[in-house]
């Protein structure tokens, strides 16, 4: 049996019946450590249907893998090994890799103890032996001259042409379908704001339902108090089913703060009334659940961070550039748009043009 994953809800989504990488696995949000995980693989019984899926692999292919750190491509790799009860790397399994490691690298998590680290770095990659097919054809640009600054972007070695296409536009028409990225989560959430008081109607604010430890809250990626208005974008935060893939944007067609739902319009046609769910905080030290919020999973999505924005292609894009430090974040977000036109670049700084150490 063959099955399509990839590392972002998104990613996967666009494969023929993709989950994520940490669905397929049983990895939850990448809380434990390899022993941990194989013991809990081993004798927990939320886990046989992972090992009996595992077990009837013959080819998995994970997409986006930039995204994959050293110790979640090792993990994988364990599962593979224990589910399908042979001692081969990846018990035997033919694996398939698809990416482009001058992107996003992986997110540390140094509370989980990921360092964030590429998995091409790890002995695992090296002892995996991947035959290596490159692919030239760019399919979201049809500017081959844009292309090429995208890519030279990636190399950090920008050529005196490639400027002209990621230069500041005081005229640049900003459309009900332009999106602003930027690359901190704080930035994101002042201009959302910023946005939905500007928008018309009532502003229907949401307060989550919060139990237990409330220090470890800080770690929750849902918000206290979510305010939506109809027909403003929001972006889905976690994985509902089949087509509801963390990352999927859409628009507010109605709400009901009595039974709290949402109903939502996403990007790929489906209308769904969204409701509360439970998002639970594991603390490492002491290995288990202290806190869960119950909230509306969803966030606004006037403006995005790069993160979320990877694997989007977007109509129109602005770039606030300032603090894209990151190696690989401005040209992701840059080569969200189609065309030179369809980009607006603010305070570009050199910096935010070089390329990671590791792939020097």
């Known amino acids: 049996m063959f099955m399509a994953t990839g590392t972002t809800g998104l990613s ?3 494969l023929p019946g993709g989950e994520t990488v940490h669905s397929v696995f049983g990895l939850l949000d990448g809380c434990f450590t390899l022993p941990e995980l194989q013991t809990r693989l081993e004798s927990h019984p939320s886990l046989v249907f992972i090992r009996s899926n595992i077990s009837s692999l013959h080819t998995i292919m994970i997409d986006k893998v930039s995204m994959l750190s050293a110790k979640t491509f090792e993990q994988c790799e364990m599962v593979c090994r224990v589910s399908k009860q042979n001692n081969l790397l990846w018990g035997g399994i033919q694996v398939i890799v698809v990416g482009d490691f001058r992107q996003l690298p992986p997110v540390p998590n140094f509370r989980y103890g990921d360092r964030g680290e590429f998995c091409f770095q790890t002995q695992l990659w090296e002892n995996t032996s991947f035959h290596v097919h490159t692919l030239h054809t760019a399919l979201r640009q049809r500017d081959s ?16 042409n490639d400027h002209q296409y990621f230069q500041h536009k005081p005229n640049f028409e900003t459309t009900s379908e332009t999106v602003h990225l930027y690359s ?12 939905l008081e500007q928008a018309p109607g009532e502003a229907f604010v949401f307060r989550s339902k919060d139990t237990g430890n409330r220090t470890d809250l800080s770690h929750c990626s849902a918000i206290p108090a979510l305010t939506l208005k109809l027909n ?14 963390n990352g999927l944007r859409g628009t507010v067609e109605w709400v009901n703060m009595g039974i709290r739902e949402v109903r939502v319009k996403f990007e790929n046609g489906r209308v769904v009334n969204v409701g509360d769910y439970h998002f639970h905080t594991y603390n490492p030290s ?10 509306i ?3 606004l999505a006037y403006t995005l961070t790069v993160h979320r924005a990877q694997g989007l292609t977007l109509q129109r894009a602005v770039m606030h550039c300032t ?3 990151r190696p690989g974040m401005l040209a992701v977000a840059c080569s969200r748009v189609r065309g030179p036109g369809d980009l607006n670049t603010l305070v570009l700084s050199p910096n935010s043009t070089a390329c990671h150490p590791a792939l020097m």
């Open 12 to 14: 996967s989504a666009s």
């Open 145 to 160: 001259n844009f292309f090429k600054a995208l890519v030279n972007m990636q190399r950090g070695t920008l050529e005196q």
């Open 184 to 195: 901190m989560n704080i930035d994101v959430e002042q201009h959302n704001l910023h946005m």
């Open 232 to 245: 403003c974008p929001v972006i889905l935060m976690v994985n509902l089913g089949p087509g509801l893939v």
């Open 286 to 295: 002491i290995k288990q659940n202290t806190a869960t919020r119950q909230q």
């Open 297 to 299: 999973p969803l966030r």
């Open 323 to 325: 603090g894209m430090q």
